[in-house]
């Protein structure tokens, strides 16, 4: 027997109608490239949106075509997130940082039609344009000038369709966008959001214990559009009719501190390193404490030390450590102090939120242990594996990569976790970059931790390499502070308190850098292929 | 062109089995009928429910089987939410204050297989157990006795299934919850929620726009579970894990103020008579005030006047102003002030939290006026039609009333309604309360308020009585408060200078009381039964 309810699907159509008819009102803020501020309100958005959408149909956009963007954060690539879909097609947002032939093999294996790009970003453009092969590129003209043939002009594109338009039915399993991974290892794959997932997602960022996102906020995420729907903060906004403000590509501190001042920002997010640049921005000049507002600050892509969330506290900034990938639409786990374990004290608090938090309502996670499922119980290691209503259940067009998936249907997440008696999650490692050694795990990234709280050490890395005794041992990558020097010996002094003596790295090495990912990950595969030949010395502890 | 992710169904099972293993230390608080207080936690309510559920299937239960509820708000009923449905079978939420015969006439009309009934109530269900044909009985033994037979007993009955239970893989369109409204006219219809449905609303209420429940409230909701789910509350609480206080069967201020009190309740909801007793309480003794924490107030079920919310907010409750009704999930628009009205001035703040609020997300509201959808402009009344995905598309096992959709299948609320430039909903009148004078309309409502505003009315309801030259004219039937006086011409001086001068009641009758239905609303219908052979004085103003 199924309810008396309506068929009314989740698309993001709803939400475009919504925030153009309930928040006209609201102002919708970017950086241009040129650092002039352009503003306009979601009234504005509205019309010049559906005008978009009416320009594609007029176009001959099909259901289900693949239109690209490769463009920084701002207005357009926001009416782009929702006139593609709404039209009936694809958005499928280009990281402008991977390798030119990355781009191409993405944009062909995607098939995408159509390209939106900003007149700024044509040089880099330059670089892949003859490996691909588009119908039609769109322009955004900032520079001032129309874009030229062979190119479209955005706004000349979207003021000739004029008139109204009627927009699809769409049924909510459609695509609404389309994301690749920047993995570290293989060729990117795609993932295709649907627009349930798109709406169920941004739900789940506004709900008290998430993000709590609210009409009341001014949002301004220092997330790329380009990386996994910017965390699902566009459509979320949206949704609430939240003033939201685009830094453009001018992400240094400075700029986005005077755009949380002028703007009045409530809520943030950005990875680690954005967030430390910003605390460093605020030690150097403690008054900007005085002139911007309290601010929620979403942080994922890396863990947020404990030092980073304490120190920025300290400013008003209060970071709300989130964990997802781009498989999982992003945000699969937020952090939150739950009610009963209000009177906890600080440094208990503070170590759980440096935790990758609870899952989302319709998220649910385990942890795949060597022999089993691990108990809740904040010590048993495994494979992180996860399943939801915005998880994929495949590559785009990649029938052949099947082991990402587990038999009964979860994403095998790659990532090596706990999860405690309270449900919190803890990421120890990437599967990859586990050390394997005598049949026991060490976490690399608690060992780059502990070797991180050192003064002398500016970053770390450790990575396995193979052993004859022991399979594998670690070996510490270090790149000192400037002018700070330290030997191998205290490094390993500094450790012997901190992990169990089989964890101490068996050798340490000193490097100018690390070798990292166009989204600054570190990229410890090249790590491990530099190495990979090291000879142990006779002490060698295992 | 679908999307790639994972086919995930929106079901009660996931809120389930989420609030049971994350949230298990959390507690949920009930008063029994005696008094007593009942406490245990999520851990415990989830294997009770398991074994409900596991019960309900050993004893033949079908999918789609209706299962009656016929109780108090308490543990038990909690577990009925949710045991049932995903059982597979549809809990049907009966309400205790109809009249037995419609009691019988809606089980019959939903051919509810079993029935679930707490011992107290045994006494009404005598009332009209021989009028219904039910499988199973089974009675909850709040006396301390078991039930004996032909009845079943519920400890008996969940804890003789023992062992796990294998729940099944439910279709999210699938009914999970049933509803039969008490309307004023008319034989009860009835509302079937899908799985699908309850869980988007829960979204909806968790936002931070609406009511914003986290797993950090302590909740309690002055609202019968058998009315239309409870707004949802039980829902949402679970979702994210919130403290849940259940009243029973004591719903007085005293017993609730206790409550609010001991479990220090944060979040709380009722009718605006139950928020007028709460008021007095608080009134007659202020220390209350420092007893209990700010507390959001959830008001419904008819609008909250202004004097009503400033009063409370000086105590720190604060009224959170939303409509809906069964048909409509419930709840369809929710109150809050947005960040463009701050700094409006105080009376404009009230003024528009006194209105019904803007529609949530995935809710649409238009209002029809006589000649097509009114403007957003805070004036042109007409009915208010609604549409979304927990809104219903028909009434259940009654294909003859389609004349409450539209071709285009919105719901025709019934209620006449204006919509303000910022998107706020005004219901000015039940659209058979209306007053049809000389080819305008007069609000009865507003007449009400005005009348309301007179120091000496306790109660007034203002009727439409047909006119001999205009169509109909307003009666105004009036309740003095207790020692207090007023003639007609007093009350007529007194609107003289709030309503247009077409609008003044033509007679003013003086009553002792003003007749009700079992929710609390005046039964307009029998005063116009009243009334209808009214002769008018020669006077009269039309």
Same mark, same amino acid.
């Given at each position: 027997?199924?309810?008396?309810?309506?068929?009314?699907?989740?698309?993001?159509?709803?939400?475009?109608?919504?925030?153009?008819?309930?928040?006209?009102?609201?102002?919708?803020?970017?950086?241009?490239?040129?650092?002039?501020?352009?503003?306009?309100?979601?009234?504005?958005?509205?019309?010049?949106?559906?005008?978009?959408?009416?320009?594609?149909?007029?176009?001959?956009?099909?259901?289900?075509?693949?239109?690209?963007?490769?463009?920084?954060?701002?207005?357009?690539?926001?009416?782009?997130?929702?006139?593609?879909?709404?039209?009936?097609?694809?958005?499928?947002?280009?990281?402008?940082?991977?390798?030119?032939?990355?781009?191409?093999?993405?944009?062909?294996?995607?098939?995408?039609?159509?390209?939106?790009?900003?007149?700024?970003?044509?040089?880099?453009?330059?670089?892949?344009?003859?490996?691909?092969?588009?119908?039609?590129?769109?322009?955004?003209?900032?520079?001032?000038?129309?874009?030229?043939?062979?190119?479209?002009?955005?706004?000349?594109?979207?003021?000739?369709?004029?008139?109204?338009?009627?927009?699809?039915?769409?049924?909510?399993?459609? #695509? @609404? +966008? %389309?994301?690749?991974?920047?993995?570290?290892?293989?060729?990117?794959?795609?993932? !295709?959001? *649907?627009?349930? &997932? =798109?709406?169920?997602?941004?739900?789940?960022?506004?709900?008290?214990?998430?993000?709590?996102?609210?009409?009341?906020?001014?949002?301004?995420?220092?997330?790329?559009?380009?990386?996994?729907?910017?965390?699902?903060?566009?459509? #979320? @906004? +949206? %949704?609430?009719?939240?003033?939201?403000?685009?830094?453009?590509?001018?992400?240094? !501190?400075? *700029?986005?501190? &005077? =755009?949380?001042?002028?703007?009045?920002?409530?809520?943030?997010?950005?990875?680690?390193?954005?967030?430390?640049?910003?605390?460093?921005?605020?030690?150097?000049?403690?008054?900007?404490?005085?002139?911007?507002?309290?601010?929620?600050?979403?942080?994922?892509?890396?863990?947020?030390?404990?030092?980073?969330?304490?120190?920025?506290?300290?400013?008003?900034?209060?970071?709300?450590?989130?964990?997802?990938?781009?498989?999982?639409?992003?945000?699969?786990?937020?952090?939150?102090?739950?009610?009963?374990?209000?009177?906890?004290?600080?440094?208990?608090?503070?170590?759980?939120?440096?935790?990758?938090?609870?899952?989302?309502?319709?998220?649910?996670?385990?942890?795949?242990?060597?022999?089993?499922?691990?108990?809740?119980?904040?010590?048993?290691?495994?494979?992180?594996?996860?399943?939801?209503?915005?998880?994929?259940?495949?590559?785009?067009?990649?029938?052949?990569?099947?082991?990402?998936?587990?038999?009964?249907?979860?994403?095998?997440?790659?990532?090596?976790?706990?999860?405690?008696?309270?449900?919190?999650?803890?990421?120890?490692?990437?599967?990859?970059?586990?050390?394997?050694?005598?049949?026991?795990?060490?976490?690399?990234?608690?060992?780059?931790?502990?070797?991180?709280?050192?003064?002398?050490?500016?970053?770390?890395?450790?990575?396995?390499?193979?052993?004859?005794?022991?399979?594998?041992?670690?070996?510490?990558?270090?790149?000192?502070?400037?002018?700070?020097?330290?030997?191998?010996?205290?490094?390993?002094?500094?450790?012997?308190?901190?992990?169990?003596?089989?964890?101490?790295?068996?050798?340490?090495?000193?490097?100018?850098?690390?070798?990292?990912?166009?989204?600054?990950?570190?990229?410890?595969?090249?790590?491990?292929?530099?190495?990979?030949?090291?000879?142990?010395?006779?002490?060698?502890?295992?």
């Amino acid at each position: 027997m199924d309810g008396t309810m309506m068929n009314f699907p989740l698309t993001l159509t709803h939400i475009l109608e919504r925030c153009g008819k309930l928040h006209g009102k609201t102002e919708i803020v970017s950086r241009r490239p040129d650092g002039s501020i352009h503003r306009y309100t979601y009234a504005d958005f509205y019309h010049r949106t559906h005008a978009f959408a009416a320009a594609l149909q007029r176009a001959g956009l099909k259901r289900g075509d693949r239109v690209g963007t490769f463009m920084w954060n701002h207005y357009v690539h926001l009416e782009s997130y929702f006139a593609i879909p709404v039209a009936g097609g694809v958005i499928h947002t280009l990281n402008l940082r991977l390798h030119p032939d990355d781009i191409a093999f993405i944009i062909n294996h995607a098939a995408d039609r159509w390209l939106v790009v900003d007149d700024v970003l044509l040089p880099l453009f330059d670089q892949f344009k003859d490996k691909v092969n588009l119908e039609r590129v769109i322009v955004v003209p900032f520079g001032g000038s129309r874009a030229a043939a062979p190119y479209v002009d955005y706004e000349q594109f979207i003021s000739q369709a004029g008139g109204d338009v009627t927009l699809p039915q769409l049924n909510e399993h459609e #695509a @609404a +966008a %389309m994301c690749y991974t920047s993995g570290t290892t293989g060729k990117p794959k795609g993932v !295709a959001y *649907s627009h349930r &997932a =798109l709406v169920l997602h941004a739900f789940a960022l506004t709900m008290a214990d998430t993000f709590a996102f609210s009409q009341r906020d001014v949002i301004l995420p220092v997330v790329p559009m380009f990386h996994a729907n910017a965390g699902g903060f566009a459509h #979320a @906004a +949206a %949704m609430v009719g939240a003033k939201q403000v685009f830094p453009g590509r001018q992400l240094d !501190a400075a *700029s986005i501190l &005077a =755009l949380f001042e002028r703007e009045q920002v409530t809520l943030s997010a950005g990875v680690p390193t954005v967030l430390w640049s910003i605390l460093e921005a605020l030690e150097r000049d403690p008054t900007w404490a005085q002139r911007i507002p309290e601010i929620r600050l979403g942080c994922s892509g890396a863990a947020p030390p404990e030092a980073l969330i304490r120190k920025l506290d300290k400013f008003g900034l209060h970071v709300i450590h989130a964990w997802g990938m781009t498989e999982t639409g992003p945000v699969a786990t937020v952090n939150f102090i739950k009610r009963e374990l209000d009177g906890s004290d600080e440094n208990r608090v503070y170590a759980l939120r440096a935790m990758q938090g609870v899952p989302v309502p319709f998220v649910d996670i385990r942890v795949r242990a060597k022999d089993g499922l691990a108990p809740w119980d904040g010590t048993t290691m495994g494979e992180l594996e996860v399943r939801g209503p915005w998880v994929t259940a495949c590559y785009f067009n990649n029938p052949d990569i099947t082991d990402r998936w587990t038999n009964d249907g979860w994403l095998r997440t790659g990532d090596v976790a706990t999860i405690n008696e309270d449900g919190y999650l803890r990421l120890t490692d990437r599967i990859k970059d586990l050390i394997r050694s005598g049949g026991e795990w060490i976490s690399s990234v608690d060992l780059e931790s502990a070797l991180m709280s050192h003064p002398a050490v500016g970053e770390a890395a450790v990575i396995a390499v193979a052993h004859p005794k022991w399979g594998e041992r670690p070996l510490a990558v270090i790149v000192l502070k400037e002018h700070a020097t330290a030997t191998g010996d205290e490094l390993r002094a500094h450790l012997a308190d901190k992990v169990v003596r089989w964890w101490l790295p068996d050798a340490y090495v000193f490097v100018d850098s690390i070798p990292r990912t166009s989204v600054g990950k570190m990229l410890k595969s090249e790590l491990r292929e530099r190495y990979k030949d090291w000879s142990w010395s006779a002490e060698s502890q295992g």
